[in-house]
């Protein structure tokens, strides 16, 4: 009787393991397929987005996101990102996850986001940037900010 509930209870382990296993590579495989496209994207691309210039930045956005930085309000924190100054050096792009879906207005897309540690004259700021596929590569569709530089 011990010895059945024992190879029950081990079997149930050994199952959870396999099963976490096959998550992990599952995880892994959808993660290296948006980064060896998304990640030369952001290394290429986020010197521009971090030089202030509204005018560097314009290509890189998606419609909706160059709607919403065209308006005052939008060109008043893009500028309020610029308190962080010079950009020193990037951290390597992180993969935080993909989402994909589909609109009457747009059809079919896949949305990526990834962070980065950025570090600048006035200090570090994590960005979290969501990208929009377009075709091969990608546009920014959301970027996110924070440092403690924008505190003083």
């Known amino acids: 009787m011990f010895k ?12 959870l393991i396999v099963l ?8 892994a495989v959808k993660s290296s ?10 290394e290429k691309n986020m010197p521009a987005v971090v030089s202030w210039d509204f005018e560097r930045l314009r290509p890189l956005l998606t419609p909706e996101s160059l709607n919403e930085f065209e308006t005052e309000r939008g060109q008043k ?37 990834f962070s980065m540690l950025g570090h600048f004259e006035a200090g570090d700021a994590l960005f979290t940037i969501t990208l929009a596929e377009d075709g091969d ?9 924070n440092s403690d530089a924008f505190l003083e």
Do not use: M, R, W
């Open 77 to 113: 924190i893009y500028k309020l990102f610029s308190k962080l100054g010079a950009l020193k050096s990037f951290e390597e792009p992180q993969f935080l996850g993909a989402k994909a879906g589909v609109t009457i207005s747009e059809g079919a897309y896949d949305i990526v986001n």
């Open 33 to 42: 397929k948006y980064t060896e496209v998304a990640q030369p994207y952001l």
């Open 4 to 15: 059945k509930f024992l190879k029950i209870i081990g079997s149930f382990f050994l199952v």
């Open 137 to 145: 590569s990608y546009l920014i569709h959301h970027i996110n900010i």
């Open 20 to 27: 976490f296993v096959c998550v992990g590579i599952f995880f």
